[in-house]
């Protein structure tokens, strides 16, 4: 079956360090993936998009990286802080159409002061 | 310039009932589509609506239904309500699905649908 996983653990790291978060999938091709960061009560807000022909993206403190052949992206957050402090979503277009995006489970990060 | 709106924010329903979702896109968007979002979990695509016309459907059953009108909002119906229904729908607007890659979603902050 089709799935998109990311790390089932809370994720707690002291402010400053870098929190690193993983999505995997399979059984997809995607032409691109995107990360969506998501408070409580809140809808997603979307952060940053990797192609498939890109092996890295940055935005700000924010770093991403796609591996196609692992089927792996990593999420990265460098001098974290506490308003960091979210679910961080993968998202993947399965049908490379822009039509039908598949998020994962969503990783928890806390960032302790 | 007003983000994605959702109404009801809050709705408890019976088992059984009908519940009728709303969302207004983004001024300009005409891609709207909606996603289940179960405590604790991702959000599941449900429907994506392009210029009215249905474009991408998820794994839900037939009592799912949506429209998109000609302002580019939709609605999202929901029949014969069961317990699991209960969870967060989002709406998220695009401009179009092919700007959706590039640019992402912009979503709504949700109706919270409670059945009991």
């Known amino acids: 079956s089709q799935k998109i996983e990311q790390n089932s653990e809370a994720l707690n790291i002291q402010e400053g360090k870098t929190a690193t978060l993983t999505c995997n999938y399979t059984?997809?091709?995607?032409?691109?993936l995107q990360w969506y960061r998501q408070d409580p009560g809140r809808g997603p807000v979307f952060l940053l998009l990797i192609r498939e022909n890109e092996k890295e993206k940055r935005k700000e403190r924010l770093k991403v990286t796609f591996d196609t052949t692992l089927k792996q992206s990593l999420f990265h957050i460098t001098a974290s802080q506490p308003a960091d402090s979210a679910t961080y979503l993968c998202a993947l277009d399965i049908t490379n159409t822009g039509n039908q995006f598949y998020f994962g489970t969503g990783t928890s990060l806390t960032v302790i002061p | 310039d007003a983000g994605v709106t959702q109404s009801p924010t809050h709705l408890i329903k019976t088992r059984g009932q009908h519940v009728t979702l709303r969302c207004s896109p983004i001024?300009?968007?005409?891609?709207v589509s909606w996603y289940q979002q179960v405590l604790g979990q991702g959000p599941q695509f449900i429907f994506q609506?392009?210029?009215?016309?249905?474009?991408g459907r998820g794994n839900f059953p037939d009592r799912f239904s949506a429209r998109q009108f000609p302002n580019y909002s939709s609605e999202l119906n929901v029949n014969a309500l069961l317990l699991g229904d209960s969870a967060l729908y989002l709406c998220?607007?695009?401009?179009?699905?092919?700007?959706?890659?590039?640019?992402?979603?912009?979503f709504g902050s949700g109706t919270r649908l409670t059945v009991v």
């Open positions: 609506y392009y210029e009215k016309e249905e474009r």
């Open positions: 998220a607007s695009s401009l179009s699905p092919d700007r959706q890659g590039v640019l992402g979603y912009t």
């Open positions: 059984n997809y091709s995607p032409a691109y």
């Open positions: 001024s300009g968007h005409k891609s």
